[in-house]
């Protein structure tokens, strides 16, 4: 018997973010995961960290790149919890984060 509840299509919302694990930028990326979880732990359904080389930070929502170092530089948290929360949520409010 399956007692998984049925999944909500509002909260089916993935985030990953890829790091180069050349540069050691997993903390930055770790840190910013949670930032995200926290931020929007009912909306998401998965947030990975993926492992890549050659310089990249990328934070893709269901697939779409939000931001990219090479074009924006390293994000602040608050700019990547506005860009996520247009996607995921765009009536919650970030707080303090909207200022």
């Given at each position: ?22 540069c050691r ?9 949670q930032e ?63 200022k």
């Open positions: 018997m399956n007692t998984t509840p049925p999944e909500d299509p509002a909260n089916t919302h993935r985030v990953q973010i890829e790091y180069c694990t050349q930028w997993l903390p930055r990326a770790s840190w910013l995961a995200l979880l926290t931020t929007f732990e009912t909306e998401l359904s998965e947030l990975a960290l993926k492992p890549g080389t050659g310089g990249v930070f990328v934070v893709r929502v269901d697939d779409e790149v939000v931001w990219d170092r090479r074009e924006q530089g390293f994000p602040e948290p608050t700019a990547v919890k506005r860009l996520v929360r247009d996607r995921v949520a765009p009536e919650k409010s970030l707080g303090h984060s909207e």
